[in-house]
Each structure stands twice: as structure tokens, then as C-alpha cells.
């Protein structure tokens, strides 16, 4: 038992009293600087290190931007290089990307939507295969896809690269399952359908009119990380030995080092731009779920 | 006697319209389950074509000779030094990668989540940063690095002029410079996979048990750590398949030495013509196959012991 | 450290500061030890099952980045066994008050006495008080009775001595067959009755509740209160419950603290409250009640022509407002009126309430028309339903008159 008296008189003479959670918040801030300060730096130091690696020539250590001005003008000649492949390979990933998103959404949105209403059983299934990616790694994937594109490539269509999509649907189908999911769980989607059917709705009007624009969040998201996987990919392109951004940042870099770094640091910022934007998304999503009236205090 | 007669004629249409109405409902009901079905049709067609079937070619060409029988003997390759020495590598490098990974992105999770906002621009900033180097950064991560402590990297002329130690131009292909490269993307994957589990750590639960007399030891030891735990197990193990997985990354740190199994698999698509190398690619692809699948099913395994409270 | 250890300790606390509990600024000296007189003994042994009391002295709570006080200079003194609620709407305090008291929040002036020992700057996993918040507040890995255990546990106390104590308060709180489930698995109010356990299974000094109902349905809610002012009573706990609902806190209080801007507007018991508030604020917080036009001298005011004497704080003047409740006011039908008081009202409304009805009637002699914002003034009166005006109805004329009853003018 303390010595109330002693207390109070402290109290009188208008000392604080001790600020023991004060003191802790202090100390966690503390813990907290150093572990991300050690983390962050060694997560930035080699995106600085690319940054400087391309403004400083290696062998003659000149400062120069000419890899970058070499980027943006389109011509490499001044560092000796030819930049055809990487145009080739950006070209190939941008329509890549499109064509991929839209097949994508072609073959999940609608399904999902109605597997979601209709049946929780064949929801789980769809579940279960759009996830498998995630445990089948693509280098192995790569391996039974080769006599498949083999096939396509003779009988069917051509190697152009765009008929890489068809796999990288596949890649991106785990991202883009969650993606939406998250969608569909966050609206009621049921009475969203029952209201507009009683209504007097058709389906397809219920869908484009009623869904879609209820899901477009989800939908926007998906498409961002489809992008950014098929931008990055290079395991399947590679093996299959079609081109596309990252196979030609690889064969560039063989011969300049310097610019294939730039258009890579160029690349992630773009990714971590669209990462961005696809969390400001998914807080709106989660914002209009939790937006709903609340009682209480 | 009326009221009796209205009763019974009320109770008779009543049993007679169920039955009726149920036969068909159960039509319609069928009816609309097929049609469910039929439109799920283009997905599961498209993933067999895709997934289902790569995989299946994956595991038949495992176990065919090069005329179409059936052998075991494409798996005796598996046991020779070049192999098993690349399984070991594989293993070593995303056993250890995994280990920093999962301990250092815990963690960065824990700092990132205590005493700031959830929507703080720093969450935000760290988090896509994350998700980019864990997911898309692939060949762009090797430049990274070489551009750091390659043999004309930044780092390395640093340290050089700094104090006057030359880097070995080949660290960066041994096996910790292979271990700190695939920390660079195990580190992001585990913020991104770990920071929900550390924000669902309720305030509520550490001032509870302070109020029931707990010190911050016991707070750590009996609540936080116990409630984190398969989460950050099946987070490490997933750390694990992704590192054992990846391709890209160490594709473009060797271009020649198959000293991973994922370019092991590439040396042997690229051979696939010699008869020695016959089914050597599937053989490699289905035991990453196996790993992985065992390294899930632990993973599921624990999440699903920690479901009996989650 | 044994949980008997405890209880004396606290009861000794409890006992000094009982008998210094008109002199709450002296010091604990003299009292200790061989002054323990036979009654003072006596009084030990009877607040040793009561728990402590606790006096929060002119304590000032400021958030970190915020120039508001969110306690200011604020004052409460609870006799031990005694159960106070603290009411007030959002932002008020209410909460602060309870979370400085347990130590989860710094003070930065004042001072916190619990059972005579000043716990100011006592850490919360030494002061011996334990919380049941709004929700949550189970850890999720443990079952029901592992929860419960807990507080023990950390104590030191061994494996079978407190399985048994928690078996015990969870068949004190009618859950003894829920012991093995994870809170998970539980509805809302099992989840609280848990939290209640547990808290109360350490045998607190002081059991602390912030809006333990207020995540909970209506009927849960109701059938849980009850719950925990018999165990309150039972168990003799000093009980300090945090609420914004105002049925709740007449409820369960044995007195009710009101308050508003970080302090305490008026503490009383709850029949007092209600019929005696001492601020417009409390009387317009707790229950209904009807700002009517009148002429005050301080101790008795002119409304409707009726005298109505008035409650001490009252203001003087004409008009002032004076706070009438609803089944204060007597209704009857026009020209049927005994005496000259009252005021011509029309019939607006009559809500059938099951045993009382209440009638919104609008003044229709029209002196007051800017009274109320500019509409016509509206009253409200409440009477048993076996007392409305036979046929009464909407557009009927009626008069209505204040009962001479005391009420507050301001």
C-alpha cells in the first residue's frame, strides 16, 4: 500500500501523475522505426542502386541519362543498342494484357455471378480450380503446355505471342478469383437480382444493368492485377519461346545492361501505380460494405 | 359439425397441394440446376484445356517411355548426383529464405500495424511496393541485384572505394547471395500475406488481459503468439512453395548452371530431343508437383487445426 | 500470490477508507494496525465481501493532439459494494472515466483512489480491477473455461484450483455446459456472460463494464442486465457500468452518474434522478419531458395557471422554462374541466402504450405561439389508460393542466 499522503501532496504541488501508456507508445514507436527502417532499406537499396546504375556509365563511370532519353525517344543508337526487341516485347505484354483481361472477365464474371446466386456447391468448386494455379507453379505448367502450343501453333493458329493468353489466363485466374469474390461477398447480390427480376427485369438486363455496375470495383481490380502478373511474366513466355516485356528486358540486358535496368525500374514503378490504385479500390469496396447504417453510439 | 366439414376440406386441399406442387417443382428445380451447370460449362472446359490437361501430360509423360509405354524408370534419373544435389540447393535456398523471410516480414507486419492507421500512406505505399517485388518482379528483381552487387554494381563500387574490398563478381550466385536475392521477394510476400493476420489482432485482447492481471510477457506468450501461430506457420509455408517454385528470378541470375530444380526442368525442355533426357522434364515437374503439394497440405493442415477457433 | 492475500489486502484498503469516508483527503496513518478497533473489525469483515470503494479526484484527461479536456477536473466517489453507471451520449466522457480508473488511459492531473490505496500511477495488471468491454474481448484460441481461467492463471494459481473456481463462475453465470466451446461458437450474450466470468472470477476490487450490452439484441440485453445486477448483488462487487441507454442505467444503478463535457452533471439515485434532476441536461436526458412557458419566484413557478412548486436550482423570472413530465400533467375533456386552471389543448395523437397512454395534444389558445421556434407549443401527458377520456380522439379539445408536483425551472 502506498503512502497516500505523499501522492497527494505531488498531486497538490501540480506534478503530472507517472504516464505509463505514454511511456509504452513511446517505446513501441520506438521498436517499430528501427524494424522498418532496416526492412524498408533493404527493400529500397537495390531499387536505388538500379536507379544510379542507369545514370552512371559502368565501365567509364560518366553520369549520363542516356539510357533513359534512349527510352523515351525510341532510339538507342547512341549507347549502341537496338531497341526493336524491347519495343517488340512491350508491344507483345500490352496486347497480352488486354486480351488476357478480357477473356478473363469473359470467363469468370459471368459464371461467378451466377454460381454465386444458384449453387454454394458448384461456387466451392469453381473455388477449388480458379485457386490451383497458386499450387501447380507455372515452370511446371510450362512443361505440359509445351506439346499443347506445340500443337496450336502448327495445326491451329500461329507462334505469335499473343496466343500466350490462353495461359496466362490461367495464372492471373487466382488473383482475379479473389478479386471478385470480394465483390460478390460484399453486395447482396441475391436480392440485387430477386428486386430487379420482380421488377420486371430480363436477365441480361438484370446482369448488365444491375450487377455489373454493382461489381464494377471488383471487376477493376481484377483486371489491375492481371495486368500487372502478365507485365511480369517471364517463365512461360521464355520457355515457350515466344516474346514478350520481360524476354526482351532479359535479351537487351545480355547487351545493355543500362537500359533493359531502366525499363524495369519503369515497369515496377508502373506496377506499384496500379497496386496503388488497386488498394484505394478495394478500401472503397470495403468502405460501401461497412457503410451500412449502424445504431448504436 | 360445419366448422368440423370446413376443417377437413381446408386439410385435404392443403395435403393435396403440396404434393402436386412439389412434382413440379422438382422439375423446375431440376431444370434450373442444369442450367446452373451448363453455365459453368465454358470455365471448366477452358481449365481442363489449360490446367487440367498440362498437368495430366505432366504426369503421364512421367511415367512413358519414348514409344508410349508405361515405365518407372524415367524417375531413376532423379537419383543421380546432378539431381539430387538440385533438389537439395532448391530446398536449402527456400528453406532458408523462407525462415528470414517469414521472420523479417512478421516482423515488418507488426510495426506496420501498431499505433499507426490502417489506411496510412506509409501501410499503403509499403504494401504495394510489396505485392509488386513478391509477385510480378521476376526477372526485374535479378536486375536489381545486379545492378547492386553485380560486378559493376552500385554496392559493389562502394564498398570498394569505401574500403577497398573487392566483392567476389560470383557472390551473388552462391548460395547465401542466391538466399538474400529470393529474401527480396519472400520478405514482401510475407507483409502481404501476413499484415491481415496481424491486424486481426484485437486491442480488446491485450487490454483484457492486462485488466485480468497480465504482464506484457504473459500477454505475448499466452494470447498474441498462440493466436498468430498457424497463420504464420501456413504463411512460412507458402513462403516455402514460392520460393521452391520460382523460375524467373534465378533463370536470369544463371544462364547456364542448372543448379535449381526449376532450371533443371529448363535444361531438360531444352533437350527434350536427346533420348537420354526422354520424360526427364515431366519426372522433374512432377516431383515439384509433389513437394508443393505436400508443403499445402501442411499448410491447409494447420489452418484448419487453428479453424476449430477462427 | 494467493487470491485470500488479496481479498485482505483490499478489505483492509476498504475498511480505512470506509471509515474516512467523510474525510475522503485524510491520510490512511493511525488507522492501520492496532486501531483496529472490534467495529472496525466487523466493518472489515463485511467489506472484505463488498470490495473497495474508489474515489476519482479532480482528474483531467487530455488525448494526445487535442486541446479538449476529455475529463476535466472530474469527481466521483463510489462506496464499496455500491454499483454507479455512468450515462451520458457519445463523446461525453463516460468511457475515459472508466478506462482512466482501470489504467488504460493516462491522466494528466488528479488523482485515483481504489480501497484507499492511491492506484494513480499503478500499471493496469496491478490494480486489481477487471474489465467486461462492449465486445470481443474473448481470446479466441481458448475455450469458454480457459478464458475464464486466465486471470487465475496469470495469478499462478495451479491447474485444479482453477478449473474449479472457473467452473464455478460460469455456473454462476448459467454456462457451466458451455465450459469446452470456443467464443467463436457462442451468441453474443453467452460471449458476455464468458467476459463477465472472467472478470469476476479474479474477485476484483472493482468490476468494471463498458456498455457490456450494447452489441447485444433487445431482449438479450434486457435478460443479461438483470443478470448482472443479481450476481452485482450477490457477489457484493463494487461495480462501475458505463452506458448511453437510459433504461439500462435506471435499471441496474444503485445511483447514476449523468454526464456531459467530461463531468459529472448530477450523481443520484435513480428515483431521485428522475424526479429531482438538477440541470435541464439531466432532466431532458433521462425519461421524457415537456419544456412549458412559466412565471418563477425560485421556489414556486405559475404554469397554466396552476402553482407548481419548484426544485432547488430553479431559475426566477418570466418566462422561464419550466420541465414538467409527462404524467405529471392531468388531461381532460373541454368543459368538463373543475377548476379555472389549465390550458385549451387539441388532441394530435394518443399512443396506446399497453398499461399507460400517452397523448401529444398542441395548445390551442395560441398565446404562445413563439415559444417553440415559432410553432405552436405542444404538450405531452402520460396517464393510465384506464384514465383516458372515454371516446377520446384525434381533434378532440381537452385541457390540460400541470399537477402540483416539484419540477425544475431553468
Redesign the interface.
Known sequence: MKNVNQNQTAAVKGAMPPQLRAARVRKQSVIKFVILFITLAFLFVPLIAMLVFTLRHPLSGRWSAAPWIAIFTGNGESLGADLTVLWQGLGASLGLCLVTVVLMLLLMVPTMVIVHIRSKALERAIEWVATLPLTIPAIVLVVGLGPIYRWLSSQVLDTNPIWLCFAYVVLVMPFAFRAIAVGLNSIDVKTLVEASRSLGASWPKVFFRVIIPNLWQSILSASFISIAVVLGEYTVASLLGRMNLQVALYQLGQSNSQISTAMSLLALLFGVVLLVALDLISERIGKSRTGEPKEGK | MTAAIAQNGSVAGKAAGPSATSSSSAIARHRKELGTFAVTIPFFAYTACFLLAPTVIVIVGAFQTRDGGFTIENFTKLFEPNTVSAFVTSILVSLASSVIGAVVGGLASYALVIGSKPNGLLRRMVSAISSVLAQFGGVMLAFAFIATIGINGIGTMLIKTVTGLTVNPNWLSSLPGLVTVYCYFQIPLMIIIFLPAVDSIRPQWREACESLGGNTVQYWTRIALPILAPRFISAFLLLFASAFSAYATAAALFSQRSILVPLMIQGAMRNEMDPNQQGFAQVLAFAMIIVVAIVMLLSHAVEKRAGRWQ | MSLTDQNV?AGG?AQAEDAFKNDP?A???GVRGKDVTKAAKALLKDSTTRGGGIQM??VVKIY?GSTVHALDDFNLDIKPGEMVVLLG??GCGKSTALRSL??????????I?VG???V??V?????????V?Q????????TAVENVE??L???GVGRAERRKVAMEQLELVGLADQANK???QMSGGQQQRV?LA??LA?KPRVL?LD?PL??LDAKVRVQLRDEIRRIQLNTGTTTVFVT?DQEEALAVADRIGVMNHGRIEQIAAPQDLYQRPATEYVATFIGLTNRLPGASDGTEAVVFGQRVPLLPGSKQGDPVAVLVRPENIALVRAGEADSAAGEHARVEVIHFLGAVARVDCEISSGEYPHWNKGEQLKVTVQLPANELPAGLAAGDEVVVTPRPVAALAC
Open positions: 489486502t484498503a483527503t491520510t490512511l496513518e479526484q479532480d494526445p451520449g457519445s482501470a489504467g488504460l488511459e493516462d491522466i494528466q492531473g488528479g488523482r483512489v484507499g490505496q492511491d494513480t500511477g500499471p493496469v495488471n496491478k490494480r486489481g480491477m477487471s474489465m468491454f465486445a470481443y474481448s474473448l481470446f479466441p484460441h481458448m486466465f486471470g492463471e496469470v495469478r470456443y467464443t467463436q467476459a472472467r472478470a479474479i468494471l456498455e450494447s452489441a448511453h
